[in-house]
């Protein structure tokens, strides 16, 4: 149904369709807001409570006591296990829908450094391809135990963080990276696959629709850490990211990019100006647009380990992975993209 050129969702959509659209505008809330939420529920208990403050300040003597700790403990393990297939990521999944492909088989006794682009809005192929069960990654690759890094800040909100682990995410940290890359995963996993996004949250910027610009030139901070434990790179690439939203952008030099840039580099999360469908019309709206996503997991490329690798010897290898990377998506966009020979990855 259209009316006055907006083209509004139909009275008879199936359940199905309504719970996928609601799951994901949970998660695009959480992941957007849940940060700056976190906080402000903090202020409010604190200070327009009379008994939810004292319970609070225990939370924070609590925060205080596992803010380094790497292990999540038997309770939030539980929480994992069911939440990584629950009926809300199930819902989210299908939504798109997400898919994973591999390209080879991985050994499942080594420890591998996922390397995922683009990174989207929201890396939502990411959360659902590695932080959920629901489309089969460990089907696909037995044996090896997935942790998907995330924005430092994310595990530093209050309340929102213990969502956050319980997802099985880590921190952005390099010493939290290296602990993970360095050591062996508890029974039943025999090996771990650490998916970092490279071009971190400033490569959101770059998001629009049909195009894959990836920021990797100056980001070599990932090889460093692979050298230093002798981990395999992975290649990872999430077909169809960029398509789900598109998002207003300002000129190069003008107040309101300096305005962005600026609030980047302060809190970490850039301000982005989204442009995705509503829940009743689809022109406009902050929810994802039904667009399939694929995320397609290349063959890995073998590192030495040298634990204390010259400048030198990381650019060497970082050229090395940006030529696999690019022969990568050039072997497989053909399968995801529509006019595939007009799309290349685009290295800032």
């Known amino acids: 149904m259209e009316i006055l050129g907006v083209k509004f ?31 402000f529920l903090a202020a409010y208990f604190l200070f327009f409570t009379q008994t939810m403050r004292y319970f609070v300040l225990l939370y ?58 683009p990174h989207g809005i929201l890396s939502s192929g990411v959360y659902g391809a590695f932080i959920t069960d629901i489309v089969g990654c ?39 990276i290296k602990q993970h890359l360095s050591t062996r995963p508890s029974p039943p996993y025999t090996g771990r696959a650490i998916v970092l996004i490279p071009g971190g949250a400033a490569e959101a910027l770059e998001c629009k629709p049909g195009i894959y610009r990836i920021l990797i030139k100056r980001r070599k901070g990932f090889v460093k850490l692979a050298l230093q434990n002798g981990n395999p790179l992975v290649p990872v690439c999430s077909f169809g990211e960029t398509d789900i939203f598109d998002q207003l ?43 399939p996503i694929t995320v397609v997991v290349g063959s890995p490329m073998e590192l030495p380990k040298i634990e204390e690798p010259t400048r030198e010897q990381i650019e060497e290898y970082h050229e090395k992975f940006i030529k696999h990377l690019e022969k990568f998506f050039e072997n497989e966009k053909h399968k995801y993209i529509e006019n595939a020979d007009s799309v290349h990855l685009e290295f800032v």
């Not at 008879?12 to 992941?31: D, H, K, M, Q, Y």
């Not at 205080?64 to 393990?77: A, M, P, Q, S």
């Not at 300002?250 to 469908?277: A, H, N, T, W």
Request: include cysteine; proline fraction near 6%.
């Open 9 to 39: 969702a139909p009275l008879n959509v199936p359940l199905n369709r309504l719970l996928e659209t609601l799951s994901a505008t949970l998660l695009i809330l959480i992941f957007g807001l849940g940060y700056f939420l976190g906080y």
């Open 60 to 117: 924070f003597v609590w925060m205080y006591y596992d803010w380094n700790k790497f292990d999540l403990g038997k309770i939030r393990r539980k929480f994992m296990g069911w939440i990584r297939s629950c009926a809300w990521n199930r819902y989210f999944c299908n939504y798109f829908p997400i898919k994973i492909v591999k390209t080879t088989d991985l050994d499942p006794n080594k420890l591998y450094l996922f390397c995922s682009f």
């Open 138 to 176: 460990r089907e696909l690759f037995p044996g090896l135990e997935f942790r998907v890094v995330i924005l430092e800040q994310f595990h530093q909100s209050p309340f929102f963080r213990e969502f956050y682990r319980v997802i099985y995410t880590l921190a952005s940290s390099p010493e939290c």
């Open 249 to 291: 952008t300002c000129p190069d030099g003008s107040y309101m990019k300096r305005l962005q840039e600026f609030i980047r580099k302060k809190i970490s999360i850039p301000p982005i100006l989204l442009v995705g469908r509503g829940f009743f019309q689809y022109i406009f709206g902050f929810i994802p647009r039904r667009k």
